[in-house]
Every structure is written in C-alpha cells, then in structure tokens.
C-alpha cells in the first residue's frame, strides 16, 4: 500500500500564492506520474497539474502561466506552486499517484492524499 501525505493550503486573498507538498511512502516498486486534482462544491473532481519521472508535465488550461508542478524522484515527493490565485481556484486539493507495489508490481494502482482545503478570498 502507498500513502500520500500532504501539507500546506489555507486561506489567501486573490492574487496571492501558496505552495502545496505532497510525499509519497509505503511498499512503492516503482512511481510513474504524480499529480494534483482538485473539487470545488457542486463540481466534478478536476486534473489541476501532473508531472511523470521522466519530468514531462501536463496542466489544466486554467492554471496554465499560473501554477507550476514540480518533483523530486529519489524523495518520491512532488509540490505545487501556485501562483496569482483567483477565487475560482478555490476548492480540495487532492495528491495523486500512479503506483506500482512490491507486493504486486505488474498492477499499477492510483493511490489519493486526504485532500487539503484552499480557500481564495478577499
């Protein structure tokens, strides 16, 4: 099983920043792509930001110029820096991974952070 621990959201006025962490621990064989989600009330759960090992990253349309993803392989960690938030940015913030376990390595398993609260108002 992996287990993803995450730190950081909290409330900002528009147009500021904050930086969310995520760690990654437990029986992992192996990390393919690490990612953030997001779900604001009323609203379908959201791909924000992914980055894969090999340091490709993908981002949604809306966070574009905005929100930078990053990683670091040999911690199994990844952080998102975002940046000029908007109030539509408002919503859980939920870690993802894309695993593999030692206690089964041919199954590539998506494992979630408990989610992490960001609130953008004035």
């Known amino acids: 099983q992996v287990q993803l621990v995450q730190s950081g959201g909290g409330l900002v006025q528009p147009g500021g920043s904050l930086r969310l962490s995520c760690a990654a621990s437990?029986?992992?064989?192996?990390?393919?792509?690490m990612g953030w989600y997001r779900q604001a009330p009323g609203k379908q759960r959201e791909l924000v930001a992914r980055?894969?090992?090999?340091?490709?990253?993908n981002y949604a349309e809306s966070v574009k110029g905005r929100f930078t993803i990053s990683g670091d392989n040999a911690k199994n960690t990844v952080s998102l820096q975002m940046n000029s938030l908007k109030p539509e940015d408002t919503a859980v913030y939920y870690c993802?991974?894309?695993?593999?376990?030692?206690?089964?390595?041919?199954?590539?398993?998506?494992?979630w952070g408990q989610g992490t609260q960001v609130t953008v108002s004035s």
């Open positions: 993802w991974v894309a695993a593999r376990t030692t206690s089964a390595p041919s199954a590539e398993i998506a494992y």
């Open positions: 437990g029986n992992i064989f192996s990390i393919r792509v």
């Open positions: 980055i894969a090992t090999d340091g490709s990253t």
